[in-house]
């Protein structure tokens, strides 16, 4: 069974950053894109990123330019740099492969505020 635990969210003021990590266990990590993921409250979880196998990436408007994905695949783990942060993307953000998506995990909370 494949577990998915993210890691790296908190409180950070508006222009701030903060790297959330993803480690997967139980798969072959390697051979699949991943995928970012957030969803706030009172809304559906929307995507962020993905990375391909190969470090390809692809980005939501409302984070390109701010947001960096990369993977680790020797360490089973993906990445998001988040830079610029804004009140707006104040979310629960999650780390899957793109569909069929293995079981969610916890997710992690990021508070934009000041």
């Known amino acids: 069974q494949v577990q998915l635990v993210e890691s790296g969210g908190g409180l950070v003021q508006p222009g701030g950053s903060l790297r959330l990590s993803c480690a997967a266990s139980?798969?072959?990590?390697?051979?699949?894109?991943m995928g970012w993921y957030r969803q706030a409250p009172g809304k559906q979880r929307e995507w962020v990123a993905t990375?391909?196998?190969?470090?390809?990436?692809n980005y939501a408007e409302s984070v390109k330019g701010r947001f960096t994905v990369s993977r680790d695949n020797a360490k089973n783990t993906v990445y998001l740099q988040m830079n610029s942060l804004k009140p707006e993307d104040t979310a629960v953000y999650y780390c899957?492969?793109?569909?069929?998506?293995?079981?969610w995990g916890q997710g992690t909370q990021v508070t934009v505020s000041s």
């Open positions: 990375i391909t196998s190969g470090g390809s990436t």
């Open positions: 899957n492969k793109v569909s069929p998506y293995y079981p």
């Open positions: 139980g798969s072959i990590f390697r051979l699949y894109t």
